[in-house]
């Protein structure tokens, strides 16, 4: 019997290695809420679409990150009923899109072949924790049933839909059905943290206001007293989140997209255009240099202004292709998307 522990990345996989907990470890390393995620019904043609969007960031060539998808593929489809999943998820956004994953490729299997699958209760961040607070983790394990199974693959599907109805909908039943926002509120419930997660993913497409997602204008926000370094606005960008899911890189090129484009919102405070470091390159230069808003920014900040009318969308989110003739609107004081449909 083997025991594989499965989590998001290689900071919580060391927490893990240093725990002395019995079985094999691997990093599920992918950040799917950045670039196109379609269904991976089609695994090939999954790796080959995530690969290729991950090296045109310059994060990793196309060919090494199909070849780190198919060695990960390849050890959870190895697994067989005498073995024991261990999913190891944190509640954040990055996390429960990489859960949905996970729980959609074992419900797929035949149920006679799925392993014994369990989920760690965690209500925190794992990487920052010490080793021994992760034994007592693993003992409170839930094992996760075939409703679990099936939400998360619904879950899933809508993600990678072509439209995001379906998304809106189940986080709207979910919601319903689950009314715990945490494990400790309920010795019984395994996907607490999901309805959370899945609504801050539906709060990325472009609002009603400004069109601005919720990073852009949390961004702006940040920048609008006055200018600071990009280091001190991450930090700031982050302090705006209930539970902190955009990484560095990627929130450089969020940062990037608010600049380099037709009427800039973001522009350092000598005026020219931010553009994201590559992942190879020394970007500790780019953290120090400050950045400032446009008065358009300004603008776009006390809703004067429409960021998409002005500057387009040209953006995938999960399985949505956004561009400026056709996209969603998400109505935050409704809970709401709204098609739209641009008209010139």
Known sequence: MLTLHLTNGDHAATALARSGLPGDILSWRDLLHDGPVPSDRDLPAFRRVRGEFLASRGW?????????????????????????????????????????????????????????????????????????KLPPLYEARRAVTNSDLSVGSAAWDAFTAE??????????RVDREVTARAYAYDDHVRLPHLVAALRRQLEEYPDTQAGLSRCERQLCEALSPGAMTLAKLFTAHQS???????????????????????HPLVVHVNGSRVIAPLRDTDGKAFWERQVQLTPLGQDMVRDRADFVRMNGIDRWIGGVYNTTSSHWRWDPN???????????
């Open 60 to 132: 990793q060539s196309q060919s090494a990150a199909m070849a780190d998808f198919a060695e990960r593929d390849a050890r959870l489809d190895g697994l067989g009923p005498e073995d024991e999943l261990v999913l190891w998820f944190e509640p954040d956004l990055y996390d429960q899109l990489q859960l949905i994953q996970v729980l959609a490729r074992v419900e797929r299997r035949p149920a006679a072949e799925r392993p014994r699958l369990a989920i760690v209760p965690a209500d925190c961040f794992l990487g920052p924790l010490a080793p021994e």
């Open 163 to 172: 439209t995001p109805d379906a998304l809106l909908a189940l986080t709207d």
């Open 240 to 262: 705006a989140e209930s539970w902190v899911w955009l990484g560095d890189w990627s929130f450089a090129w969020y940062v990037q997209r608010l600049s380099d484009c037709a």
């Open 334 to 344: 409704r809970y709401r998307l709204i098609p739209h449909v641009l008209q010139r």
